[in-house]
């Protein structure tokens, strides 16, 4: 293992470094500054859903969603953070329409590298009770749907419940996706947003449960098939635009 964490220690670097030599008429401490504040701010988290990203504290003498948005859109396009908007109240297809671009969570693009930024070691990660798996497991199924094609992603709140990630079918449905990383897997929210919402499938993706039986309706599925829910999802083609570096 001490192996594998000095190579992540290399990577961190190179990265740190080429903020520096390819950030452009970008603030290149603006970008380090969000690139740490999207480990940070994860681990803020405990039992819960990972909230919108906060601007206050992340640089000096900058607070505001524009102060920051051009190195969020550089580390976006880049691939370095990926992106999650939420929405409140009825979510309506396209979600790119709706979108808020002041209103965004952050992951990092690679739930190892998370990991070795904030100081977890494997032995804490295998246990059970370690008390922050829900973000990495969060982070996990943004990475799994950033690499299939879905980018950014979206997720729902309202006052006392969060769905994780919502997903728009081709037929302009959208399907909520609830994601619980330890034994207890008592959807309470994914509750909440069927009685708000009436989804025509919801999907649970757990930690511990293995699939469910064929239900066509209400979904369990392990957190390493999140790659398969395209086509748990939908039979057809996905309605997904490449991502163009801009």
């Known amino acids: 293992m ?10 961190v670097e190179g990265y740190r470094r080429d903020f520096g030599k390819y950030a452009g008429k970008v603030d290149a401490t603006l970008i380090e500054s969000v690139f740490n504040n999207i480990t940070s701010q994860l681990s803020q988290v405990a039992d819960a859903s990972v909230k919108r990203f906060k601007f206050k504290y992340v640089h000096e003498r900058k607070s505001r969603y524009s102060d920051f948005e051009t190195a969020i859109h550089w ?30 969570k952050l992951f990092l693009f690679d739930v190892g590298l998370l990991n070795h930024m904030l100081g977890s070691s494997y032995k804490e990660l295998k246990q059970q009770n370690y008390e922050y798996k829900g973000y990495v497991a969060e982070n996990f199924v943004q990475q799994e749907l950033t690499a299939i094609g879905v980018d950014p992603s979206y997720s729902w709140n309202d006052a006392r419940a969060e769905i994780e990630f919502i997903l728009a079918m081709d037929e302009g449905g959208i399907v909520p996706v609830e994601v619980k990383s330890g034994k207890r897997t008592r959807a309470k929210s994914l509750a909440s947003y069927i009685e708000k919402c009436s989804p025509s499938k919801t999907f649970k993706l757990t930690g511990t449960q293995g699939p469910s039986a064929l239900e066509p309706t209400n979904i369990v599925m392990p957190l390493y098939y999140t790659q398969f829910l395209p086509q748990r999802i939908w039979a ?11």
């Open 2 to 11: 001490k192996k594998v964490s000095k190579i992540h220690a290399d990577l």
């Open 75 to 104: 580390l976006t396009c880049c691939r370095l953070a990926l992106a999650n908007y939420p929405f409140e109240g009825q979510p309506r297809s396209p979600l790119a329409a709706y979108k808020k671009e002041n209103m965004v």
């Open 236 to 246: 057809g083609e996905w309605q997904l635009a490449p991502r163009k570096l801009q």
